[in-house]
């Protein structure tokens, strides 16, 4: 069975700096990988989509690359400001059900 | 505006009732989904629909049901068999073509269920 696992939990950064988010899933054979952000109360919104044939995706500050032979996701956060302080989510995709990581809370202090 | 609205945004209800939530999406999606998502985990998938009048149990169904009569609509019933009703439940839609790409899932804004 899928396991994916997000660490850490929580992170506390300061304002301009950049920071990379991890994910990890168990079972390698994955159609895609997905990154989502939370704000709290709310649903998900799509950040970025990654297919298995491909090593990275990039949109605005965010970068997210992904190495399925090792298991793992990166999420690169340029230049961090305040209003990327959310929850962040990925998810894999084996044949057809997303299995999500229980997500990594981020703070960006001003 | 297209997209995936869920109502109501709170939702109370007394032990040992029923309760449905609605879902509703217009991005002409064929497969919808429902999860539950509880404080600090991710989210769980309840059922999901690749297909009007198909629907596939997801890993906690146990509970719940589900129809899927239309394309754009998927509600979902918290019975009064589900221990513990009181969570957070999100409905997501994405294209499906049954191929390996192209399989973005969006989601609606969430349904929060408190049941005493």
């Known amino acids: 069975k899928q396991e994916v696992t997000q660490i850490p939990a929580a992170l506390s950064v300061p304002e301009g700096e950049n920071l990379v988010l991890n994910c990890s899933f168990t079972?390698?054979?994955?159609?895609?990988l997905q990154w989502f952000r939370q704000d709290p109360g709310k649903g998900l919104t799509s950040l970025l989509l990654i297919q298995s044939s491909q090593r990275e995706q990039t949109s605005g500050r965010l970068n997210a690359s992904l190495d399925k032979s090792s298991g793992r996701s990166t999420l690169y956060i340029a230049a961090s400001q305040p209003g990327d302080s959310a929850t962040y989510l990925c998810?894999?995709?084996?044949?057809?059900?997303?299995?999500f990581g229980s997500g990594t809370q981020l703070t960006v202090l001003p | 505006d297209g997209g995936i609205t869920q109502s109501p945004k709170y939702l109370f209800r007394k032990e040992g009732q029923n309760v449905t939530l609605s879902c509703e999406q217009n991005l002409n999606h064929d497969a919808m989904y429902w999860y539950r998502q509880d404080p600090g985990q991710g989210l769980r998938l309840i059922y999901y629909s690749q297909i009007v009048n198909d629907f596939q149990k997801g890993d906690i169904a146990e509970g719940y049901s589900v129809s899927r009569e239309k394309k754009e609509s998927f509600p979902l019933t918290v019975t009064s068999a589900q221990k513990n009703p009181t969570a957070f439940y999100l409905c997501?839609?994405?294209?499906?073509?049954?191929?390996?790409?192209?399989?973005?899932?969006?989601f609606g804004p969430g349904t929060r269920l408190t049941v005493t």
């Open positions: 998810a894999v995709r084996p044949p057809r059900q997303l299995t």
């Open positions: 997501a839609s994405s294209r499906d073509r049954g191929g390996t790409t192209d399989y973005e899932q969006y």
């Open positions: 079972d390698s054979a994955i159609y895609n």
